[in-house]
Structures are given as C-alpha cells and as structure tokens.
C-alpha cells in the first residue's frame, strides 16, 4: 500500500509544483507581454501619433511588419508556458493542440514579422544586430514548424525536444530585456551605446537565446536515460 502511494503522491506534487512555476512564469512575462502588445497594438492603429523610432511616415510595409510582430510575440510570450504544463495536456488535449497551433502560428508570424522588418529597415545595431536577430527570428520559425510537424506525425519525443526549444526562443525577448536591466542596475551601461554597438550589446545580439539553447541541449542529454544494446 505504502509503495504505491509514494509515487502518486510525489506525481501530484510534482505536478502541482510545476503548475505554480507556470503560473509564476506567467506573472513574470506579464508586464513585458503588455508592454509588447501595447505598443504593437497602438503602432498598428495610431502609429503617426506616437512618438516612436519604429515608425517611419509612408512605408507602411516595415510599420507593419514591426508592430504585428510586438503584438504577436506578445501573445507568444505570455502563454507559451501553458504548453508545457503536463497535467493541462493530459486533461485537455483538444486545449492543447489548439493553444498549441495558434502559438506555433504566432510564432511563424513574429519571426516572419522581425525578418521583414530587418530586411526592409534594418536594426538600430547594424550589421551584427541585424544577424542576431535574423538568426533569432530564423530559429523561432524553424522551432514551431518542427514542433506542430512532428506532433502531426505522432512522434511524441521529438516534439517534445522541438517544443521545449520553441519555448526557450519564445522568451528570448523577454530575456534580452531582463539581461540589459541587470547589466545596467550592475553596471550602469558598461559597454553598451545607445546604437547598441557597445561590446556589451555586440555579444547580447547572440546570449539572449544561444546560450539558453546549449543549456537545454546540455540537460536533455544528461537526463536521457542509458540504452544498454
Ligand atoms: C518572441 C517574441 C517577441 C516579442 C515579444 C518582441 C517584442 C519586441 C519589442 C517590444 C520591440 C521594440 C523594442 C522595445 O520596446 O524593447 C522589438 C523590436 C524588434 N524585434 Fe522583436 N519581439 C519578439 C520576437 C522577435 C523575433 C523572433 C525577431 C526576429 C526576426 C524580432 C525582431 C525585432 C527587431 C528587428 C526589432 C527592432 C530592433 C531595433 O532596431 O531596435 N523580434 N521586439
């Protein structure tokens, strides 16, 4: 009796331990999700009264792109983390893979959205910037596509993979904003310009997502159990 207890007890609390660090998740990327939609949203609809460098008067293809994707990866940002909770999947599956396709197509649109500004505009940054972030916007779309085809195909493990890195990428812009807060409280800008092409800001163009995946490559690999032949 007291055997099969132990792991159903641990199971819910686990569960219910992993539940509070998603509602906790969701808490922390609120006021930047709302930032991000606010801004997008205000963009779209009134972008000639607003004092912002992303506007630019009669090129309306490069306004777009750049508030919908604040919009978007907005919305991407705040519920990417339901996703990964185990007990909402298990008891709503039909939720799941609805959340599921409307994230991974938020997704698509908010990498597509930052690529086509770059393309047209380019970034405050120059040439380093416009890389990371392209290589950014490329990984998020790669990302969602891999996760919605391989759940398509009922391949379980590696949607698994390909949805954790979708998560991963998915808050590397809330990232990017938590490591410059800390960089500024700690330092008071060292290294970074207002151009953003400080030393600083040059290796930020890559550690808001790179390092962030090398970690989760890392864990996987240690936490995968041994195959004996
Ligand atoms: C994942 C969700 C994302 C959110 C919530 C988001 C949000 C934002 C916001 C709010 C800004 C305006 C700057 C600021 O207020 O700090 C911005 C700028 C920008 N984002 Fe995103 N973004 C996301 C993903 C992406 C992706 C995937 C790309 C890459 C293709 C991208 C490319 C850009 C670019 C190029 C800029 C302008 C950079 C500049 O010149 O300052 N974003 N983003």
Known sequence: MHKMEGPVVSNRSRNVLIGICICFAIVVLLPFSLHSSRLGLTGLAAADTLDSRFFAAGKSFGNHA????????????LLVPLQLWGTLRRRAPALHRWCGRLLCGCAVLTGV????????????????????????GALLIISALQTVRYALKNRFSDHRTWALRLFVLSIGSWIYRIHYGVWYALTDGLASTPTFEGRFDLIQNFAFYLPYLVALEIWRRWRKPVVIA
């Open 66 to 77: 750049i508030f919908g994707h604040m919009v978007l990866g907005g919305f991407l940002t």
């Open 113 to 136: 959205g930052g690529l086509a500004y770059i393309a047209v505009r380019g970034t405050i940054g120059g040439a380093w910037m416009n890389a990371g972030f392209a290589l950014y």
